[in-house]
């Protein structure tokens, strides 16, 4: 469970975000949408205690994550291709990973053969994460927030770059993961996909949570008058 | 901690410019093997040089003194040269490795720097041949671990002084005027420093048990910047300090679009790690006017001419032989951009000849040593406005180096090629040449007359000359987009 109180980042005088009381449950799967700058990243990045707030607390399983490290165990994350270790190739960065969550380079194998339908790694290749291609970077960053079978997931914009059939596949794995008591916390400007895998949907706008509802039927419609994309 | 040493000599070994640049990695290893060898052999033979340069006084305390000034100086050089070894930090925030740990890496690591590895080489083989042999046991081990302890107070107090002068850039001059006026009663004996540090030393050495003192302040030296980084390390904070404020230098916009292009170049200069640097670099080198400018050259025109090339484009050349290439990480948006080519030129050559000003005016006050100075640095301005610029601009279109824009200047030698190295040749070797004709015949001030009329027959033209440089870079500009997109 994540606890958010009385949570404000604040860059000088502007406030960028502000949450007074926010709680996502065990085994929610949360989409966050919202326009450019509306304060979607700052408050994954605050989640991750990535960013220092102005004020206010951020708790993981009762534990604050600016204090304590744990949650860093339990939680896979990705949010831009800055968290990617560029002079890498794909399978040592998911093999360092891999080491840190006491994994071995087998189980990493093992796992890349069995979501070889998103990211088919070529043992062969000498290329490294610099070198890949903008979608190819932004799925292995979603393989390495993945790999630790983590409780909590967090990913920022995990559909951007992905052609569609990566797409199709990362909401049924969402899905899948969620099923399966993972906590997944994503944003994302495709309102499709994220009324399509979301439980939840927290609409941020002016760095405000100006709507926190259960996905329903109309939800899809509601959001995309919100935004006017008719 | 393996792991992360690891990434580093990863991330090192596979950078493109390793790679593709072995034969100069190669270069620059003998460089460095060589100035090792120079200063151990100096460390060797200090007790000798030192004995027939100060009769009258002990080798060891002479040795402590000029230690003082080597400590001294040593500070101000890692100021400006010696950066935190950081590891890129950001992908490791979120994964299962303690930041304490991220932190305290590139402190550790900073202990090997080549800086410390200088220091060690010239005072070890002093404490071996001199202090070993003539001191017990317990003087040479209270000594050397002093020592150590001060080198180590540098190398961590530097990291500090740099947190909290990045955002203070005023006082580094306060803090330059310090050092400055405790070198100056040192040498002219008004408080004598250095003889109050090597007697302080000595006491150490003595009663080892004062030992504790050094190495506590070198302890509280660490302490302090590791605060310091753990205060700063969140993401926003690596990027705020990477950002500065700069003059928005909004008059330049009223100069159409090559004030634009200005505009946009100066702050590109003013916001990046490594032009900056190259700035803070040029700057010191104003001061070896007190080396060169002194009564038994002053009537050596071969000097001066050097001299005042040197002085009048010492940031325009150093800056200007990588023209284009800082601009590689967006070169493409130039090129894709409704920008004229001879604006793009233009704006590089009037900056150029901008620099050069500012450097002549800073100068100037030496002509108060020699009026020749004024007269031979008024003809190089010219010069250097005039012809060195179109050369160099000439040259620079075969860059096809990319810049990484962030890393320091200082041993970074990053879209260096063998252009840069043979760029500046003629540009100052003309003015020799020159010069030497022109006294050849025995008239050496005609000499400097013809180089600064051919600086003012070029500015006149410069239009023309221009052209020349733009139609040359508008054939090369593809194959130089194509260079500074390899990442």
Not at chain 2, 340 to 350: C, D, M, V
Request: aromatic share 14%; hydrophobic share 50%; glycine share 6%.
């Amino acid at each position: 469970m994540i606890q958010i109180n009385n949570l404000r980042k604040a860059y000088g005088k502007k406030i960028v975000l502000t949450i007074d009381d926010l709680t996502i449950n065990e085994g929610e799967l949360v989409g966050i949408v919202g326009n450019n700058g509306a304060g979607k990243t700052t408050m994954l990045s605050l989640i991750l205690d990535l960013i220092e707030p102005s004020r206010g607390t951020v708790k993981s399983k009762d534990q604050f994550v600016s204090k304590v490290e744990t949650w860093k165990s339990y939680t896979g994350s990705y949010l831009n291709e800055g968290f990617l270790i560029p002079f890498l190739t794909p399978l040592e960065f998911l093999e360092f990973i891999g080491k840190l969550h006491g994994l071995n380079s087998s189980d990493v194998k093992n796992f890349l053969s069995e979501n070889a339908a998103f990211y088919a790694e070529d043992s062969t290749s000498k290329k490294y994460i610099r070198e890949l291609s903008a979608g190819n970077k932004n799925k292995v960053g979603i393989l390495a927030a993945m790999l630790s079978s983590p409780e909590i997931l967090v990913l920022d914009e995990p559909f951007s770059n992905l052609d569609p059939s990566s797409q199709s596949w990362l909401k049924a794995k969402l899905k899948k993961m969620n099923d399966d008591g993972v906590t997944i916390i994503i944003s994302s400007h495709d309102l499709k996909h994220v009324t399509d895998v979301c439980s939840r949907i927290l609409l941020i706008e002016n760095g405000l949570i100006v709507k926190d509802k259960n996905t329903n039927a109309e939800t899809l419609d509601e959001l995309e008058n919100y935004f006017n994309v008719r | 901690m393996i792991e992360l040493l690891i990434h580093q000599w990863k991330e090192k070994i596979r950078s493109p410019f390793w790679q593709k640049s072995i034969w100069l990695n190669i270069i620059l290893g003998i460089l460095g093997a060589y100035l090792m060898l120079n200063v151990l052999v100096i460390g060797y033979f200090a007790d000798v040089i030192l004995s027939k340069i100060f009769i009258d006084t002990d080798v060891v305390e002479s040795f402590l003194k000029i230690l003082f000034y080597y400590l001294a100086f040593e500070l101000i050089f890692r100021f400006f040269a010696q950066q935190i070894p950081t590891l890129a930090i950001q992908p490791y925030l979120t994964l299962p490795v303690p930041k304490s740990k991220l932190l305290h890496y590139p402190l550790i690591k900073s202990i090997s720097s080549f800086i410390n590895v200088l220091a060690l080489l010239l005072i070890l083989p002093f404490f071996v041949k001199v202090i070993c042999t003539t001191y017990p046991p317990s003087f040479c081990f209270a000594f050397i671990i002093t020592v150590i302890s001060l080198i180590a107070i540098n190398n961590f107090l530097n990291f500090s002084l740099k947190k909290y002068f990045s955002k203070r850039p005023l006082l580094i001059i306060f803090l330059l005027a310090i050092v400055g006026l405790v070198i100056y009663l040192d040498v002219n004996k008004v408080i004598s420093f250095s003889s109050i540090f090597a007697a302080g030393l000595l006491s150490i050495a003595k009663t080892p048990i004062l030992v504790m003192i050094p190495v506590t302040l070198a302890i509280l030296s660490y302490s302090i910047v590791y605060n310091l980084l753990k205060r700063n390390a969140y993401i926003e904070d690596l990027q705020i300090s990477q950002r500065n404020n700069t003059a928005s230098l909004t008059f330049l916009s009223h100069y159409g679009e090559i004030g634009n292009l200005m505009r946009t170049e100066i702050k590109m200069i003013l916001r990046n790690k490594r032009p900056k640097s190259l700035l803070y670099i040029s700057v010191m080198f104003f001061a070896y006017g007190f080396i060169f400018y002194q009564d038994k050259n002053i009537n050596n025109y071969m000097i001066l001419i050097f001299m005042g090339f040197f002085f009048t484009s010492i940031f325009a050349i150093q800056y200007g032989q990588f023209s284009f290439s800082w601009e590689s990480t967006f070169f493409d948006s130039y090129i894709a951009n409704k920008i004229a080519p001879f604006n793009y030129i233009k704006s590089k050559y009037l900056l150029f000849a901008f620099t050069s000003l500012i450097s002549f005016i800073v100068t100037l006050p030496y002509a108060l040593i020699s009026a020749k100075i004024g007269f031979i640095n008024a003809a190089m301005l010219l010069y250097n406005i005039g012809i060195s610029s179109v050369v160099l601009l000439y040259i620079c279109t075969f860059n096809t180096s990319r810049i990484d824009l962030g890393r320091s200047q200082f041993m970074n030698y990053q879209g260096t090629g063998m252009t840069h190295f043979l760029s500046v040749l003629p540009i100052a070797g003309f003015p020799i040449i020159v010069y030497w004709l022109f006294n050849y015949f025995g008239e050496p001030v005609y000499g400097i007359v013809a180089l600064g009329f051919l600086g003012l027959m070029a500015i006149i033209f410069n239009k023309f000359l221009i052209q020349i440089v733009v139609r040359q870079f508008v054939k090369r500009r593809y194959k130089m987009a194509l260079g500074f997109r390899q990442i």
